[in-house]
Nanobody, 127 residues
Framework: QVQLVESGGGLVQAGGSLRVSCVAS????????MGWFRQAPGKEREFVAA????????YYPNFVKGRFTISRDNAKNTVYLQMNSLKAEDTAVYYC????????????????????WGQGTQVTVSS
């Protein structure tokens, strides 16, 4: 049974930094991509970052480029999201997700591109 567990969320002041982590367990298939999404109250879940293994590249939407960095530690089955220069509008629940390699042609920046999700970790940025 695949489990994704996020951690590292919390309260931080605007301009500060935070790193959230996602540990994957029970993964018995080859993984093509790991992504981070977020959902603020009253808003839809949106794409934040992804590491697509088949291409070997990270991807970010424009509103986090230069501030957020996705990385991974294969030995620990962990993916990280380093968030710098945080803004109040970054406040949201952050979710990680993975997809199997056979679904490599799915969009990496859409929820439909992933099969497994974590429960989320709250990030609150005070202004």
């Amino acid at each position: 049974q695949v489990q994704l567990v996020e951690s590292g969320g919390g309260l931080v002041q605007a301009g500060g930094s935070l790193r959230v982590s996602c540990v994957a367990s029970g993964v018995t298939f080859s993984t093509d991509a790991m992504g981070w999404f977020r959902q603020a109250p009253g808003k839809e879940r949106e794409f934040v970052a992804a590491w697509v293994f088949s291409g070997g590249n990270p991807y970010y939407p424009n509103f986090v480029k230069g501030r957020f960095t996705i990385s991974r530690d294969n030995a620990k089955n962990t993916v990280y999201l380093q968030m710098n220069s945080l803004k109040a509008e970054d406040t949201a629940v952050y979710y990680c997700a993975i997809r199997e390699r056979k679904y490599y042609n799915r969009p990496y920046d859409r929820q439909s591109g992933y099969d497994y999700w974590g429960q989320g970790t709250q990030v609150t940025v005070s202004s």
